[in-house]
C-alpha cells in the first residue's frame, strides 16, 4: 500500500510563480525523499530529508519536514517551464530496511 | 551518485511470451531494487535483489513471475514471464550505495504487452 499522499494531483502554474507540493504519510519514518519524473521516464533524485531535521535547501527547492503531523512540503521558486514534470515523495523506515514507499505524486504543469 | 542503464528502454511484446530487463551500474553498490510503475500510477516496489542469493519479494510479487538475478555487485536482471497486458508498465531499477540513504533510479524500461 502507499505510504504517501501527496497533494495536490495536479498543480498548473505560470513561468515565475511559486509551486508548492505537499506530502503526508503514515508510519514513522527514518527519512523522506523527494523525486521527479518527466514523462513517465526516470526518477531524478532532488533532496532526501531525514527525520531529525526540519528544513533543507537546494538550489530553488525548499523541503520542509513536520513529523509530528507525518507530512512534508516541497516548494520550487521561480518556476520554469522545465519544471513541468510529475513530482513524488518516498520514505523509508531506516534500519536495514532501505526501502522505499512512494506516494502518488503530483503533476505540475509550468505555463510559459 | 552512480550511473545507472537499463535495457532495453523500451520494448513491445506479445501476450505469453517473457522479457528481461537489465541494470548496470558503473560502480559497487550495496543493494539493487526492482520497482514497477503502472501507467498514471506510483512506483511499488517488486523486489530487493540480493547479490549471490535469492531476491526478497514484496506482497502479491512472486519468484515464478519476475524471477531476478544478481550475479555481482554492479549488474540485476529482472525478467517479466509469461506476460499479459496487465503487465504493460514502467520497470526501474534502483540502488542504495551505502553512503547515505540516497536512492538512484535507472532511466527505466518501458513495456508494452499486446
Known amino acids: 500500500s502507499q505510504q504517501g499522499e501527496e497533494d495536490p494531483q495536479a498543480l498548473s502554474i505560470q513561468e515565475g510563480e511559486n509551486a508548492t507540493m505537499n506530502c503526508s504519510y503514515k508510519?514513522?519514518?527514518?527519512?523522506l525523499q523527494w523525486y521527479r519524473q518527466n514523462s513517465g521516464r526516470g526518477l531524478v533524485h532532488l533532496i532526501l530529508?531525514?527525520?531529525?531535521?526540519r528544513e533543507k535547501h537546494s538550489g530553488r527547492l525548499r523541503v520542509t519536514l513536520d513529523t509530528s503531523k507525518k507530512s512534508s512540503s516541497l516548494l520550487i521558486t521561480a518556476s520554469r517551464a522545465a519544471d513541468t514534470a510529475s513530482y513524488f515523495c518516498a520514505t523509508d523506515s531506516g534500519g536495514s530496511n532501505y526501502k522505499l514507499t512512494f506516494g502518488k505524486g503530483t503533476l505540475l504543469t509550468v505555463n510559459p | 551518485s552512480a550511473v545507472i542503464s537499463q535495457k532495453p528502454s523500451r520494448d513491445i511484446c506479445q501476450r505469453g511470451t517473457s522479457l528481461t530487463i537489465q541494470c548496470q551500474v558503473d560502480s559497487q553498490v550495496t543493494m539493487m531494487f526492482w520497482y514497477r510503475q503502472q501507467p498514471g500510477q506510483s512506483l511499488t516496489l517488486i523486489a530487493t535483489a540480493n547479490q549471490g542469493s535469492e531476491a526478497t519479494y514484496e506482497s502479491g510479487f512472486v519468484i515464478d513471475k519476475f524471477p531476478i538475478s544478481r550475479p555481482n555487485l554492479t549488474f540485476s536482471t529482472l525478467t517479466v514471464s509469461n506476460m499479459s497486458p496487465e503487465d504493460s508498465s514502467i520497470y526501474l531499477c534502483?540502488?542504495?550505495?551505502?553512503?547515505?540513504?540516497?536512492?538512484?533510479f535507472g532511466p527505466g524500461t518501458r513495456l508494452t504487452v499486446t
Open positions: 530529508i531525514r527525520s531529525n531535521e
Open positions: 534502483s540502488v542504495w550505495q551505502g553512503a547515505s540513504y540516497e536512492q538512484y
Open positions: 508510519t514513522s519514518i527514518n527519512n
